[in-house]
């Protein structure tokens, strides 16, 4: 609808001159494959508009994947060439539909999305890296499996309670636990300052933009730390 997004053009840039905002940040999700140019040409609309008053302009993509509503509605490249920065949502490797248990976001599987991203065109000095600073507990049982989004102190305080000593996985860059409970096992591929230490440092390896986070309000404080020391020098 060419009015309706004039509109929200209008209003975005309103909200930003009446609260003194630096930019804004698009997050589409789960877009028709076939909205793919109308969301590249709402963003090109948008970027243009916020820019003439000097506003910053970034827009949230997926890894590169053959996921139907989830990858292919975003022309990476072309998107780059509009807004500022494109940030990269590393996380879901494994999401609450997965059939099976498997990590939010495992070492690998981030620098693998990196290095796809950057294949499509999308240039380095716009390209932020999107860490989680969450996880999922996993049940499982004899026929069902589900998972709940589970907080760094909610995890620490789990190990606590449970007395488990996680078991560090190298090749995921991420610490795991399990224990079982009522017949249920509970699995946790957990993210902590450790985890997101090692993502971050792709950062400074790729030469991207910057790193970002979802979301303030789940992490445990020591992570800042980490982000202070890791991309210090990284950022832009």
């Known amino acids: 609808n060419p009015e309706g997004q004039k509109k929200a053009i209008q209003n975005i840039l309103g909200l930003c001159r009446e609260y003194e905002l630096d930019g804004i940040n698009l997050d589409f999700e789960n877009i028709a494959d076939e909205d793919r140019d109308r969301l590249t040409h709402f963003a090109a609309d948008i970027s243009a508009a916020l820019h003439k008053e000097n506003k910053m302009v970034s827009i ?83 026929n069902d499996i589900h998972a709940k989004t589970l907080r760094m102190p909610a995890a620490e305080a789990l190990i606590l309670e449970k007395g488990i000593v996680p078991v560090w996985l190298p090749d995921a860059g991420q610490y795991y636990f399990e224990y079982t409970e009522g017949g249920i096992r509970y699995r946790v591929w957990q993210e902590n300052a450790r985890s997101v230490a090692l993502k971050s440092a792709l950062v400074s390896r790729y030469n991207l933009a910057g790193g970002a986070l979802w979301k303030s309000g789940v992490e445990t404080a020591d992570v800042w730390e980490v982000l202070s020391a890791t991309l210090k020098n990284a950022v832009r």
């Open 60 to 142: 949230d993509v997926t890894a590169p994947s053959e996921m139907r509503f989830w990858s292919h509605c975003y022309d990476r490249k072309a998107l780059s060439s509009y807004v500022d920065y494109v940030i990269l949502m590393a996380y879901d490797e494994y999401s609450p539909s997965s059939e099976k248990a498997g990590s939010v976001a495992s070492l690998p599987w981030v620098e693998k999305g990196i290095e796809a991203i950057l294949a499509e065109g999308v240039p380095q000095d716009k390209l932020v890296l999107g860490m989680p600073l969450y996880m999922r507990i996993w049940s499982e049982s004899r």
